[in-house]
């Protein structure tokens, strides 16, 4: 039964960092592809990053040098590292495996200015 729960969303402060935890259970994540989406209020959910099943990753160009996708393959786990927060990066973020299109139930991030 594949599952994806995603934690660490909340609230902080423009310029702070938080992180972002995609748990999951059912596969393991090192044989996917994994990637992050984002959905704000009124808009298309986008995709921010995607880690490859080789470790490469993506990066949309609003969080390049911001983001960074990575996983612990020991925890099944996959993160996103999230610095220099803008408010605009406000919305609800989502944990996805590609193959199968297996989508987590999303955790809140909201940025203050």
């Known amino acids: 039964q594949v599952q994806l729960v995603e934690s660490g969303g909340g609230l902080v402060q423009a310029g702070g960092s938080l992180r972002l935890s995609c748990a999951a259970s059912?596969?393991?994540?090192?044989?996917?592809?994994m990637a992050w989406y984002r959905q704000a209020p009124g808009k298309e959910r986008e995709l921010v990053a995607a880690?490859?099943?080789?470790?490469?990753?993506y990066y949309a160009d609003s969080v390049k040098g911001r983001f960074t996708i990575s996983r612990d393959n020991a925890k099944n786990t996959v993160f996103l590292q999230m610095n220099s927060l803008k408010p605009e990066d406000t919305a609800t973020y989502y944990c996805?495996?590609?193959?199968?299109?297996?989508w987590g139930q999303g955790t809140q991030v909201t940025v203050s200015s």
């Open positions: 880690i490859s099943s080789g470790g490469s990753t």
């Open positions: 996805r495996r590609s193959a199968g299109s297996y």
């Open positions: 059912g596969f393991t994540v090192s044989n996917y592809e």
